[in-house]
């Protein structure tokens, strides 16, 4: 999470409106021109671009039209956006008291904003990849409530070319995990995530109650309680789904497991 003063707030919202007029821009040129390649749709847009919006940088520009671009056929309308930030726009480093920051560059001209970071325990969760060989070359700054910074971060892992093969079959109602050896003997079998299906029914009934409730009186309150446990559900679901990753590569490590085989989904 992201923590400025008053003034840097009012900077950040002012450049937001910006970049989100810019994709808007380039999102209508691109829905009254379907059909073209994204390179015509940068030649198209770039230099009317720079000059309507003279905050933002090259580098921001092009991030517009390259999430508009990714978001063109899922969407009828940009309504937000998140920034994108290649490793060359941006730079992790820490102040003269430990305090986190990201220097970012090209959202505006010839400028760099410098927006430290709260220590919350994402950011420690962050700080221990990192301190374990994890790298990142891109970010990116979200708004919503408040503003949020998402770093993606990758590692290099060896392959082993000889061990154990482990299969999943993501089935409706939950993960079925086999470890087999060579000899196609199972050496373990497990399933996981039972319980978000069961939550997520228990979840639906409760949704159901309340959307009655509010179609029949519109109770603000009744809406409301509606979207907490959406809000509920959804990182509910979310935090199960990495519990269970987790899960999948500490058996994986434990078996010495060379591949892992997923079902074609298609």
Known sequence: RVFHSQQRAKRLEKLYFEYLNCAKDIFSFWQFNKGI???????????ECRNKFTLLGADTIISARVMVWNRRKITDK??????QFSS????????ERKTPFFALS?????????????KNRLFQRFESHISDGWIFKSCRLVKRDRWILQVCIKKDFVCKEDGNIM???INAGNF??????????????????????????KIEIRKSKLRSIYDKTFSNRALRSLRNIRRFE??????????????VVRLANEFNVSHIVIEDLN
């Open 37 to 47: 390649t994204q390179n015509i749709l940068h030649h198209s847009t770039y230099k």
């Open 78 to 83: 940009i309504k937000r956006l998140p920034i």
């Open 88 to 95: 060359k726009m941006f730079r992790y480093g820490k102040t």
């Open 106 to 118: 090209g959202i505006v001209r010839k400028k760099r904003i410098i927006l430290p970071i709260s």
């Open 167 to 169: 299969g999943i079959d």
């Open 176 to 201: 079925a995990v086999t470890i087999i050896n060579k000899d196609k003997k199972v050496l373990r079998q497990l399933y996981f995530g039972q319980d978000i299906l069961n939550k997520r029914k």
């Open 234 to 247: 959804y990182n509910f679901v979310r935090t199960r789904l990495f519990q269970i990753n987790n899960q």
